[in-house]
């Protein structure tokens, strides 16, 4: 099946600091997305991303389908972007299984 | 708020206990979906519904049942767990294999 690799798996970061966060994957997709997971384990959506660059406030995602990856920018920190960014893929072939999710990155804004 | 409730949002059951785990959706979507996550482990993929009609289960154990009224509900019934089943147990939705959108979530544990 599909593989998708996150990285860094970790990262501290001080308030006010910019960040890059990324999402490779082994074959074609469909869809992307990217979530945020606060402490309480709520996902929330950020991006849904097959291609392209979308924007939301201090978030900003890119994806480049053909070079199999997908990056997520995160400017001007805040301890409120503690949690965990999951990238997730819907692969043609993947079957009824409709995201494959990576194993996340871990972000902890310190003040 | 993302329109996907779950309730209860934090269940303790014995290993003889039965209960359910419930999860709604207000978007008009026609799939839902049952995730789990345990601890530091990235999303596993339970189950699958499209229209009501059950189109994966991700080999889960028979001691996890689903059930899928109408597109806008879905349960998770639960008996005999073990404690290794303890985990964030988590409900989403969308459109035919579209952007997901997820629930709050419900953290089981099993004594």
């Known amino acids: 099946g599909i593989q998708v690799e996150q990285s860094p798996p970790d990262l501290i970061l001080q308030e006010g600091a910019n960040s890059t966060l990324r999402c490779n994957f082994s074959?074609?997709?469909?869809?992307l997305q990217w979530f945020h997971q606060n402490p309480w384990g709520q996902l929330i959506n950020l991006f849904y991303i097959p291609s392209g660059t979308k924007q939301n406030g201090r978030l900003s995602a890119t994806t480049v389908a053909t070079e199999r990856y997908s990056l997520l920018y995160i400017s001007s920190s805040q301890t409120t972007d503690s949690g965990v960014y999951f990238c997730a893929v819907d692969h043609p072939n993947s079957g009824n299984t409709p995201l494959v999710f990576g194993k996340g990155t871990r972000l902890s804004v310190i003040a | 708020e993302t329109g996907v409730t779950q309730t209860p949002r934090h269940l303790v059951m014995g290993m003889t206990n039965k209960k359910s785990l419930k999860c709604e959706q207000h978007l008009g979507h026609n799939a839902m979906y049952w995730y789990k996550q345990s601890a530091k482990k990235p999303l596993e993929l339970m189950f699958v519904y499209n229209f009501k009609e059950q189109t994966e289960n991700n080999s889960v154990p028979s001691r996890f049942s689903p059930e899928c009224p109408n597109s806008s509900h879905l349960f998770l019934h639960l008996h005999t767990l073990q404690p290794e089943d303890s985990a964030l147990y988590l409900c989403a939705s969308s459109h035919t294999r579209n952007e997901q959108f997820f629930g709050p979530g419900t953290r089981l544990t099993v004594l």
């Open positions: 074959d074609s997709v469909n869809n």
